[in-house]
């Protein structure tokens, strides 16, 4: 880490560096005193020694945040936002990230106070402090030309490709989420595992505790693939634990397809072979029963 104190004319009162990864990422950090006329933009560019146009890219992709009293830190994408006294700027500066071009969600139902969407594998939930334009809640955002809030209410791992749910209003995310808490909302997964699994004693049942905490995996046998030994299952989880689908079929000896975490054997050229492919729930708002599905070639029943 590389750290440097100092005062001066323009009321900087610390500026400080941190490499975060040797290769390419940094953390460039500013606080400013009185008398700061600033710009955020010209602020960053004058103190990092980046250009105004990579500092701007970055605010654009969500890299710069600002710190402002007792508020939380927020994204600043604003580039000529004029800076206060006390302000803190943080540029989390990686240009592997900002080069990033993302895959492109698709939406599937708009039921207005919240919306159905395809993410494809690769693309984020959520952004990191690194940047949101590799996710999909950045993307649902411009989607709906900023005119409409996006709440997560839940998520599904970057790997892995399917449905998710996001509200646009805070009503909307307490009824889905209350929803998901009571299991009311059926999420089904289609997932190759690696190995016969017809043959295994689990009976479509895996009720292994993950993290100290309960956790029960369903699933139903759809073919098993002897020319590469794999078995196509559809599960549902009934708790929603950290990776859950893809450490139970490991913890049982047969591991996800394509899963770079879990599981020894299992590579596959295409990647994670786990998708979300359908969703169904009571709509909260009263337009009956919602169901969505997609069908994704490889993963034919």
Same mark, same amino acid.
């Given at each position: 880490?590389i750290?440097s104190d100092r005062?001066?004319?323009?009321?900087v009162?610390?500026?400080?560096?941190?490499?975060?990864?040797?290769?390419?990422?940094?953390l460039?950090?500013?606080?400013?005193?009185?008398g700061c006329?600033?710009?955020?933009c010209?602020?960053?560019?004058?103190?990092t020694?980046?250009?105004k146009?990579?500092?701007?890219q970055a605010m654009?992709?969500g890299a710069?945040?600002?710190?402002?009293s007792?508020?939380?830190?927020?994204?600043?994408?604003?580039?000529?936002t004029?800076l206060k006294?006390?302000?803190?700027?943080?540029?989390?500066?990686?240009p592997a990230?900002?080069a990033?071009?993302?895959?492109?969600?698709?939406c599937?139902r708009?039921?207005?106070?919240?919306?159905?969407?395809?993410?494809?594998?690769?693309?984020?939930t959520?952004?990191?402090r690194?940047?949101?334009?590799?996710s999909?809640?950045?993307?649902?955002?411009q989607?709906?030309?900023m005119k409409?809030?996006v709440?997560?209410v839940h998520?599904?791992?970057?790997?892995?490709?399917g449905l998710?749910i996001?509200a646009h209003?805070?009503?909307a995310a307490?009824?889905?989420s209350?929803?998901l808490?009571?299991?009311r909302i @059926?999420?089904?997964?289609? /997932?190759?595992v690696r190995?016969? &699994?017809?043959?295994s004693?689990? +009976? %479509?049942r $895996?009720?292994?505790?993950l993290?100290?905490k309960?956790?029960?995996?369903r699933?139903?046998?759809?073919?098993?693939d002897p020319?590469?030994?794999?078995?196509?299952v559809?599960?549902?989880?009934h708790?929603g634990r950290?990776?859950?689908?893809?450490?139970?079929?490991?913890?049982?000896?047969f591991p996800v397809?394509g899963?770079?975490?879990?599981?020894?054997?299992?590579h596959?050229? @295409?990647?994670?072979?786990l /998708?979300a492919?359908?969703?169904? &729930?009571?709509c909260?708002?009263g +337009? %009956?029963? $919602?169901e969505?599905?997609i069908?994704?070639k490889?993963?034919e029943t």
């Amino acid at each position: 880490m590389i750290r440097s104190d100092r005062n001066d004319n323009r009321g900087v009162q610390i500026s400080r560096q941190a490499s975060i990864d040797p290769m390419t990422a940094t953390l460039h950090e500013v606080t400013f005193g009185p008398g700061c006329p600033d710009t955020a933009c010209d602020a960053l560019a004058a103190r990092t020694g980046l250009s105004k146009s990579s500092i701007k890219q970055a605010m654009i992709k969500g890299a710069v945040w600002l710190c402002r009293s007792k508020s939380k830190p927020r994204r600043l994408r604003k580039a000529t936002t004029i800076l206060k006294a006390g302000d803190t700027l943080q540029l989390y500066y990686d240009p592997a990230i900002l080069a990033v071009s993302p895959p492109i969600a698709d939406c599937v139902r708009d039921l207005g106070h919240y919306t159905i969407w395809f993410k494809p594998a690769g693309l984020l939930t959520q952004g990191t402090r690194y940047g949101d334009h590799c996710s999909l809640a950045r993307q649902v955002e411009q989607y709906f030309k900023m005119k409409r809030n996006v709440f997560l209410v839940h998520r599904i791992d970057r790997e892995a490709s399917g449905l998710v749910i996001l509200a646009h209003n805070q009503p909307a995310a307490a009824k889905i989420s209350g929803l998901l808490q009571k299991n009311r909302i @059926e999420k089904e997964y289609a /997932v190759w595992v690696r190995g016969d &699994l017809t043959q295994s004693p689990s +009976n %479509g049942r $895996i009720d292994l505790d993950l993290d100290g905490k309960t956790a029960l995996t369903r699933f139903r046998f759809i073919r098993y693939d002897p020319e590469k030994d794999r078995t196509l299952v559809h599960a549902q989880i009934h708790t929603g634990r950290l990776h859950q689908i893809r450490r139970h079929f490991s913890h049982i000896g047969f591991p996800v397809m394509g899963d770079p975490r879990y599981g020894r054997g299992n590579h596959c050229p @295409e990647g994670l072979q786990l /998708v979300a492919f359908r969703i169904a &729930l009571d709509c909260p708002f009263g +337009n %009956g029963h $919602i169901e969505a599905k997609i069908n994704l070639k490889g993963f034919e029943t």
